[in-house]
């Protein structure tokens, strides 16, 4: 009897599995079908709407629209979707020139300008918006070279995305008054070539670029071939005294290692002790002793920078040598720049 029971629970067990396989397969079945039949719906709905045709007759009347919606599809997650999506947008893209100028000038603009040839891209730099081509970096660097000189006030964000200037694109921003972007492209970029057609600008006077060129002289020097030849114009002195300024802060940073150099450049002066006010803010607490002991006085603006970047221990002197001992009043500046620091007050009114 026991038997006959455990004889019956398998057969039941194996009917019930067998009956369970089938219903798996044909669940299977027709979720492959549903599967298909979706996919194919996809397919002929997506070739429908973006055909070329189709997409031709549609951008006619809504071209913005018309670009917006074949391009989202192909930033979707769905696989057949996205990748008919792509198909169709790399066609219509490739065959574009059978589209009117303004359905083309959508698609291009959609898609980031990611298919348009160098003349589409200057054609639409003209017809759109410059700030928004620029700023999100759609224009390939030969069209920003192309249209340097039409870039007003965006030059700045070009020359970063350019990365390195010509001569004759920092001669034209010399011509237009912007050496603003020159002095900060000089920070970064030392070509012996820019620093030439910096100088022949500042020869003429053109601009700022003498300006520049002397202040680029008092950190960095000039290639000996470019001193020779400005040696000869008629900016010789104004580049002597940049040069003299440049010998001088190398004096100071040396003297930092070993006083003794300062010390008796100091002591050649005689009776005329006195740096360059770019040249002041490079002195440490050692230096600016010696500096003081042989008659030296800081500018105002060398002050200021002690100041501003609260450096207790050269304020403390500047308080007793510069203000204390000669009477001297501060500016309305470095009050400021005094009471806006609690060291700094503390240490003046402690005086």
């Known amino acids: 009897m026991f038997l006959r029971q455990i004889k ?8 019930s599995n067998l009956l369970n396989f089938k219903n798996m397969k044909a669940k299977n079945f027709f979720s492959t079908a549903n599967a298909a039949v979706a996919a194919m719906w996809i397919v002929i709905m997506m070739s429908v709407k973006y055909n070329r045709l189709t997409f031709l007759i549609w951008s006619l009347f809504a071209p913005k629209k018309a670009a917006h919606s074949l391009h989202k599809k192909t930033l979707e997650y769905d696989c057949p979707r996205k990748e008919l999506a ?20 959508a698609l291009l603009l959609e898609g980031r300008l990611e298919h348009a040839s160098f003349e589409e891209q200057v054609k639409i730099f003209y017809q759109s918006d410059i700030e928004y081509l620029i700023k999100e970096q759609m ?7 192309h249209v340097f000189g039409d870039c007003g006030n965006l030059l700045p964000q070009v020359v970063k995305q350019l990365g390195e200037l010509s001569s004759d694109e920092i001669g034209m921003l010399l011509a237009q008054g912007r050496g603003a972007i020159v002095l900060e492209y000089l920070k970064q970029q030392r070509s012996e070539e820019i620093l030439r057609r910096v100088a022949y600008y500042a020869k003429r006077q053109q601009g700022d670029a003498l300006i520049i060129l002397c202040w680029y002289i008092k950190r960095n020097s000039l290639p000996k071939g470019i001193i020779a030849d400005l040696m000869n114009s008629t900016i010789k002195e104004e580049v002597q005294k940049a040069l003299e300024s440049y010998a001088e802060r190398q004096i100071i940073l040396t003297g930092k290692k070993t006083s003794s150099l300062f010390e008796s450049y100091c002591k050649k002066m005689e009776d005329k002790v006195y740096l360059q006010p770019e040249n002041q803010k ?36 500047i308080f007793v040598w510069e203000f204390k001992e000669t009477g001297r009043k501060m500016t309305d500046k470095q ?17």
């Open 139 to 145: 224009l390939s660097k030969e069209v920003l070279r």
């Open 335 to 351: 009050k400021a720049l005094v009471n806006s620091s609690v060291e700094l007050t503390k240490n003046w009114v402690g005086l």
């Open 282 to 317: 490079f002195l440490d607490d050692e230096l600016y002793e010696i500096y003081h002991n042989h008659g030296g006085k800081l500018d105002d603006e060398a002050i200021e920078h002690f100041f501003s970047k609260e450096d207790v221990l050269m304020s403390n002197l």
């Open 86 to 105: 792509t198909y169709f947008w790399d066609k219509i893209n490739a065959s574009r020139k059978m589209l009117p100028w303004k359905s083309r000038k």
């Open 8 to 15: 019956y629970s398998l057969q039941s067990e194996h009917w």
